[in-house]
């Protein structure tokens, strides 16, 4: 099957896609907040069209993932992802994670798929790792107050909220002299609508308050880092420039002037690089 089904522990169902040979090396896609696999089409058909097999699934209340209202937490999201890795058995996996999506990679890799022995590589795009709320050990994390005012803003009017982000400091269009996308923006919106209210609202805390220093610790496969330096959403300081810091085996790659979503403004370059990295 090209799109199914997995049923957690907990009675949750995962929605998944899986294209390409089965008995090619799998890349695996983790999506960012509040958004669906759906984020990744551009790259799995780009990996696809290059011999990989391509697996990406919707993170639970999210996409077509069943509307759960328990258990929105970093540690689910990595068992889910790993129910999903489980059932396809895939082996020798790259993954892939964005924004909140390499929250997910990171904590899958470090409890579940590197202990399996199922992973070769992760990737971490404009990731949240390891902790964006501002504390007192992390100074140069975001205040409280940024993230209350997201809350604010989706149990206040969701739609509105979802099209402000996205028409402005999530892909940069907000930047002067920006090649503004409608039609970009309409397809996040409707990924961020089609998911629900309550597990986005719940995810708020799950990717800004949840500590990965450790995870990152943990992780010894061969790890990328790519990061915008205009990043809007995930500042650069705190997490890709401390990312590199914490893993043991990585390599850092910063693109001057690029957004949050530079995975869709700038998909040649990031696709070239990204296919330089599974293939080395």
């Keep these: 099957m090209s799109s199914g089904f997995v049923k957690t522990k907990d009675g949750t169902e995962i929605f998944y896609k ?22 990744w089409d551009g790259q799995m058909l ?22 759960v209202s328990t258990a929105n937490t970093m540690d689910q999201y990595a068992a889910d992802a790993s129910a999903v890795v489980e059932y396809l058995d895939l082996r ?4 892939i994670g964005h924004s909140t999506g390499g929250g997910e990679v990171a904590r899958y890799v470090a409890k579940h798929g590197q202990p ?21 050990a992390n100074t140069g994390g975001l205040p409280l107050e940024v993230f209350d005012g997201l809350r604010k803003a989706l149990a206040g009017n969701r739609a509105q909220f979802y099209l402000d982000f996205a028409s402005g400091p999530f892909y940069g269009f907000n930047r002067p002299g920006a090649a503004i996308s409608q039609a970009v923006i309409q397809n996040w919106w409707r990924q961020a609508m089609n998911g629900g209210a309550l597990a986005q609202y719940e995810g708020i805390k799950a990717f800004s308050e949840t500590d990965q220093t450790e995870d990152l610790k943990a992780i010894k496969v061969p790890t990328l880092i790519l990061h915008g330096d205009d990043d809007q959403i995930v500042p650069i300081a705190d997490a890709a420039i ?3 810091k914490l893993l043991t085996n990585n390599t850092l790659k910063v693109y001057k002037g690029y957004p949050h979503g530079m ?13 330089e990295f599974v293939k080395g």
């Excluded at 020798?92 to 993954?95: C, I, P, T």
């Design 263 to 275: 995975l869709t403004t700038h998909a040649e370059v990031l696709n070239r690089d990204l296919l």
């Design 18 to 39: 899986d294209w390409g040979p089965k008995s090619a090396q799998p890349v695996v896609f983790h999506h960012g907040w509040p958004l669906s696999s759906d984020d």
């Design 46 to 67: 780009f990996f696809l069209a290059n011999g990989y097999r391509v697996v990406a699934h919707d993170r639970r209340g999210h996409g077509r993932s069943s509307q």
């Design 92 to 95: 020798n996996a790259v993954h």
């Design 242 to 244: 401390l990312q590199a």
């Design 116 to 136: 399996r022995g199922r992973v070769a590589k992760a990737v971490l795009v404009s990731a949240i790792p390891p902790l964006m709320l501002k504390t007192e």
